[in-house]
């Protein structure tokens, strides 16, 4: 049988796929995390699925979940927060499994930036003012980051950059990025995005950290700092421009007369 990894979206319960939640509801066991995975979602399963909260659960505890429900010919839905391409801890699971011989797909979710940039109304790229999003976090209890990608090196670029897990190292953030992006530049702090407890901080870069300790803000929240965040005066995009030379295809016209 098959482990679908299913990416549950940023917390909302009806932000995730129509595929993740068709395949949840023909998967007899289902692991989350209870911590970030809303409860609502897991009424999508069989009434009569097994359900396994992996919240307290090692990686050895999980992946003997799946091959055990795997051997009894089951399909698993293994629910993750946000989208399990980033930031999701889906990469060691998945090598356990090939190792097991336990096949698996991956059915994507919205991630938790995407669901941040909604709540601020903004898209991350505009034109003439950033192309390129930079998606990142800090080292500190957690796994130390790779050679080249610490703050200060990726702050060089002037992207606009998106940090998850670093809520409790805002003023880190904060110190390692002035000196790239300056202290007028547009941030914004979106905690819990999606769910009913939502809050939206805005502010500059020198202003954000003393937002996000007043508002008491420690976990579940996605920093971005770029200029794009505050862009008003850009040029329109080519994409729609009247200017863009367009093919006319005659059958994609509405027939005359209907």
Same mark, same amino acid.
């Not at 609502?40 to 919240?55: G, M, N, R, S």
């Not at 670093?166 to 990025?177: F, I, M, S």
């Not at 003393?210 to 803000?217: N, Q």
């Given at each position: 049988? !098959? ?7 940023? $917390? ?60 009894? /010919? ?15 801890? +889906? ?10 011989? +336990? ?28 192309? =390129? +999003?930079?998606l990142t ?15 200060? !090196? ?35 702090? +979106? ?8 809050? #939206?901080?805005? /502010? !500059?870069?020198?202003?954000?950290? $003393? ?11 996605? #920093?971005?700092? $770029? ?12 994409l729609y ?12 016209? =509405?027939?005359?007369?209907?």
């Amino acid at each position: 049988m !098959t482990v679908y990894f299913i990416g549950a979206g940023p $917390g909302a319960a009806d932000l995730i796929t129509v595929r993740g939640a068709r395949t949840l509801a023909s998967c007899q066991v289902c692991l989350y995390a209870g911590s970030l995975v809303p409860r609502e979602l897991l009424a999508e399963c069989p009434p009569d699925a097994t359900l396994v909260d992996t919240a307290q659960l090692d990686l050895d505890e999980i992946t003997a979940e799946l091959v055990r429900a795997h051997e009894r /010919g089951a399909d698993v839905a293994r629910l993750h927060s946000g989208d399990p391409s980033v930031f999701s801890a +889906v990469a060691e699971q998945m090598r356990r499994l090939d190792a097991a011989g +336990v096949p698996y797909e991956v059915v994507p979710g919205v991630p938790a930036f995407a669901a941040a940039a909604a709540a601020l109304k903004r898209e991350l790229t505009v034109p003439t003012v950033g192309q =390129t +999003v930079i998606l990142t976090r800090v080292a500190q209890r957690a796994t130390a980051m790779p050679e080249g990608e610490d703050l200060a !090196t990726l702050g060089r670029s002037g992207a606009l950059i998106v940090l998850h897990l670093a809520a409790q190292y805002v003023d880190r953030v904060v110190a390692e990025l002035l000196p790239h992006y300056g202290a007028d530049c547009p941030a914004a702090v +979106v905690a819990f995005a999606s769910r009913p407890e939502e809050l #939206i901080l805005r /502010g !500059t870069l020198d202003e954000i950290a $003393g937002r996000v300790k007043e508002a008491g803000v420690l976990r579940t929240a996605v #920093i971005m700092v $770029g200029r794009t965040l505050g862009a008003e005066q850009f040029g329109d995009s080519h994409l729609y421009s009247p200017q863009r030379e367009r093919e006319r295809h005659d059958d994609c016209r =509405t027939p005359s007369g209907s």
